[in-house]
């Protein structure tokens, strides 16, 4: 598979240097992070009493799980409690992580405040415990000698939307004083191709898909972010289900550590998670290694923010709880943001180790 038709294949899920200090904070972590859960004794969290930690991956083992990467292979996983850890990948064909969680095939993964607030409307309880994006990828996507730099800019134009999508354009225009009647949305089967070619003017994406495979394929694509014009909201978010948050604190807690870790490993050193990816976890993708690191590269500009340097890396400020629940309303996906954030398990963690807030 070429690096082109990957990034393609990439965007069909809507949705990525350690230090002697790291594994000397992580060590230490194991007693406090045991003590928190009712019921639990203090040496649950150690010598692997935890057992394997079924871990399902919201997309394909490329790196946008560049953080569990490293801290399975820095054994993040195992000094936190676990005898092991298994990746399930998702992907177009996958079962939903949702679903895996509901069912007891995974016990630990991540989703998307939309997916979770459908899945509670049915009658589930899962919350958001941690998100790795503070805002949202999508974008926007034109070619420098047509670009598309403000909402002002797509009156009149071609936009390839894809029906999951719709939604999303439907609300971002509207709250740009816009109407989906102001354009022209055609399909879009998540592929740059009619953009280079001139049949559409834009495509909606995430900007850390399309746009890296159209630079390496000698292209200037613009940008144009949602996040950047009044939309805020997380994504690639950190769940559980209620139940699970009250009667399985400790294991949570072991992994969303392990997490954490792995992921201050990966910005520290963004070439490590991406070779990981290319030469062991995604090796079957055969996945280019620039291309993962400009994925990785952009991934992680969503993840170290002002907010998460200052609080710690998957954390959610109480405003940004507030800004993710009214975007969400403006797609018609409607929530409160208690019935949709329960941060205490992270919480929890930064308070008994407040010095893995700072990021390297």
């Known amino acids: 598979m070429t690096n082109q038709s990957h990034a393609s294949w ?72 676990f005898s092991s850890v298994k990746f399930i990948p998702g992907g177009p064909q996958a079962v939903s ?15 998307s405040p939309t997916e979770i607030v459908g899945a509670n409307a049915n009658g589930a309880s899962f919350r958001v415990i941690g998100a790795m994006y503070q805002k949202d990828p999508r974008a926007i996507v034109s070619l ?30 509207e709250l740009n004083g816009l109407k989906i009647s102001d354009l022209t949305i055609v399909p879009f089967q998540y592929d740059p191709a009619p953009l280079v070619a001139g049949q559409v003017d834009g495509i909606l994406d995430y900007s850390t898909n399309s746009p890296l495979s159209l630079k390496q394929t000698g292209q200037n694509p613009v940008v144009m972010m949602f996040s950047d014009f009044h939309w805020a909201t ?24 392990a997490d954490i870790m792995g992921w201050r490993a990966d910005i520290a050193d963004p070439k490590k998670g991406a070779s990981l990816t ?27 923010t002002p907010d998460t340097e200052k609080n710690g890396i998957l954390t959610v400020t109480p405003e940004l709880q507030k800004d993710t629940v009214k975007t969400l309303a403006l797609t018609g996906v409607k929530t409160t943001p208690s019935d949709l954030f329960d941060l205490s398990l992270l919480n929890e963690v930064y308070k008994e180790h407040p010095e893995l807030k700072k990021l390297q």
């Not at 203090?42 to 935890?50: E, P, R, T, Y």
């Open 278 to 304: 290319v030469d062991k976890y995604g090796k079957s993708l055969k996945l280019s290694l620039d291309n993962q690191m400009a994925a990785n590269d952009a991934r992680i500009d969503f993840m170290k």
């Open 234 to 257: 997380i994504t690639q978010t950190y769940v559980a289900s209620t139940d699970e948050i009250s009667k399985n604190r400790v294991q949570l807690k072991a992994a969303l550590l």
């Open 10 to 81: 990439f965007t069909k899920q809507r949705r990525g240097l350690l230090s002697v200090g790291l594994t000397a904070a992580l060590a230490i972590v194991l007693s406090a992070c045991s003590g928190a859960s009712a019921g639990s004794s203090s040496d649950d969290a150690s010598a692997g009493k935890l057992g394997q930690l079924d871990y399902a991956f919201s997309w394909l083992n490329d790196v946008t799980q560049a953080g569990p990467y490293i801290a399975d292979t820095e054994g993040f996983y195992k000094k936190a409690g």
């Open 144 to 173: 420098a000698g047509k670009p598309i730099k403000t909402p002002a800019d797509l009156k009149g134009k071609t936009i390839a939307v894809s029906d999951a999508d719709k939604p999303f354009m439907k609300a971002f225009l």
């Open 97 to 111: 992580v949702l679903t895996q969680l509901a069912n007891g095939t995974a016990q630990f993964g991540v989703s």
